[in-house]
T-cell receptor, first 111, second 112 residues
């Protein structure tokens, strides 16, 4: 059973469209991280959100941490082919400080 | 800086063979981790080392052993490989206990 549920599992959109990826859990996390992984590579950290309700922007990417620190979303505006990849969320446990990963959302942006 | 370096990048083993996956980081990080990644299952923690001299089991430790050789190096050993251990293995490190993880490029292991 995945501690963190990501949806959708796959997403294919046209260049210029917007998309949102969700990361949900019944557990509370100290922080939540988003990573992007390209084929044949390891995951690369995009952002860490720590405070409930926090919103962080990274160019066309907007990350939000839920008020209760159980869920998060990643929104991409005007997606580009370079945004293609596997997006993973990871939550840091409150008591054990371990990182738990979701199964990921595979995003494909078509030119 | 090289970051996190894993060797080998690819490996094919026969059932029952043993091997060691090597990982080294040059960022002076305290904590190191081994994950496996399987389709549809995300990254699952095999073993971790919160600091030099300590190791602990993660979510899926059966069939594996680890050694934290020094602050830089953390190896993963498969004593008797099984087809169920076919996976992509990632080593990661963090600057203190579980903040932002830096990953290696992965080792693609096939057990036949």
């Amino acid at each position: 059973t995945q501690l963190l549920e990501q949806s959708p599992q796959f997403l294919s959109i046209q260049e210029g469209e917007n998309l949102t990826v969700y990361c949900n859990s019944s557990s509370v996390f100290s922080s939540l991280q988003w990573y992007r992984q390209e084929p044949g590579e390891g995951p690369v950290l995009l952002v860490t959100v720590v405070t409930g309700g926090e919103v962080k922007k990274l160019k066309r990417l907007t990350f939000q941490f839920g008020d209760a620190r159980k869920d998060s979303s990643l929104h991409i505006t005007a997606a580009q082919p370079g945004d293609t990849g596997l997006y993973l969320c990871a939550g840091e446990g409150v008591d054990d400080y371990k990182l738990s990963f979701g199964a990921g959302t595979t995003v494909t942006v078509r030119a | 800086n090289a970051g996190v370096t894993q060797t080998p990048k690819f490996q094919v083993l026969k059932t029952g063979q043993s091997m060691t996956l090597q990982c080294a980081q040059d960022m002076n990080h305290n904590s190191m981790y081994w994950y496996r990644q399987d389709p549809g299952m995300g990254l699952r923690l095999i073993y971790y080392s919160a600091s030099e001299g300590t190791t602990d089991k993660g979510e899926v430790p059966n069939g594996y052993n680890v050694s934290r050789l020094n602050k830089r190096e953390f190896s993963l050993r498969l004593e008797s490989a099984a087809p169920s251990q076919t996976s992509v293995y990632f080593c990661a490190s963090t600057p203190r206990w579980n903040t932002e993880a830096f990953f290696g490029q992965g080792t693609r292991l096939t057990v036949v």
